[in-house]
């Protein structure tokens, strides 16, 4: 089975700052898919964003960027100008291109704080 | 548009009681899924389906049971509830096609005490 390791529990950063979270993964596939989601308070799941392994270019959203280096098996997310309501837990997710049911491999998260 | 509806979102079960989840999704999903959460160990897959009729064990499905018999329904059965099975509870549902993300519903927090 794949493997996402997220080696950070915890983070913080200062309000409009810059912060990047680690991610790193395990896999023999060559189709795969790689997602953020940030996880509030309130429990509910969202997504941040999403990156292709067949692409080279980096996914961005907004303020949300990743660094995908597929021969390191590495997909970090970038946040930019970091704002209040980004604290969260984040999970850096694998979804299988191939596997039966194409089921996704959660780490085991990131718990952001932000600092006024 | 609901999305994914999960009910209950808080429940507290005794030991041996059982119990059932509940799941809709209203967007023509074929996929469907329930992960459990535990702190500090991200989510992990109880079991899955994809699609009517159609149901399979993910990494954790011991003390579970799920059916499908529609597209929009599948409901999470926990028989004789343990503490092992203490946890948020997560339904999710999506396109068949891997680069699309799950739609999530918002949880169930279960504690069997």
């Known amino acids: 089975a794949q493997t996402v390791t997220q080696s950070q529990p915890e983070m913080s950063v200062q309000e409009a700052e810059t912060v990047t979270l680690s991610c790193t993964y395990d896999?023999?596939?060559?189709?795969?898919?790689l997602f953020w989601y940030k996880q509030p308070p309130s429990r509910q799941m969202i997504l941040v964003i999403r990156q292709e392994a067949y692409k080279q270019q980096n996914a961005t959203e907004n303020r949300f960027s990743v660094n995908f280096q597929k021969a390191a098996k590495s997909f970090s997310l970038k946040i930019s100008d970091s704002q209040l309501g980004d604290a969260a837990m984040y999970f850096c997710?694998?979804?299988?291109?191939?596997?039966?049911?194409?089921?996704?491999?959660f780490g085991t998260g990131t718990s952001l704080t932000v600092i006024p | 548009n609901a999305g994914v509806t999960q009910t209950p979102k808080f429940r507290i079960l005794k030991i041996g009681q059982s119990m059932t989840l509940q799941c809709t999704q209203d967007m023509n999903h074929n996929y469907m899924y329930w992960y459990r959460q535990d702190p500090g160990m991200g989510l992990k897959l109880i079991y899955y389906?994809?699609?009517?009729?159609?149901?399979d064990k993910g990494e954790v499905p011991n003390g579970y049971n799920v059916s499908r018999s529609t597209t929009e329904d599948f409901p999470l059965r926990l028989e004789l509830a343990a503490p092992s099975q203490t946890s948020v509870y997560f339904c999710?549902?999506?396109?068949?096609?891997?680069?699309?993300?799950?739609?999530f519903g918002s949880g169930t927090r279960l504690t069997v005490v």
């Open positions: 999710a549902s999506s396109y068949s096609s891997a680069n699309y993300g799950y739609t």
């Open positions: 896999t023999s596939e060559s189709d795969y898919y």
């Open positions: 997710a694998y979804r299988s291109a191939v596997v039966a049911g194409n089921q996704f491999y």
């Open positions: 389906s994809v699609g009517a009729g159609i149901t």
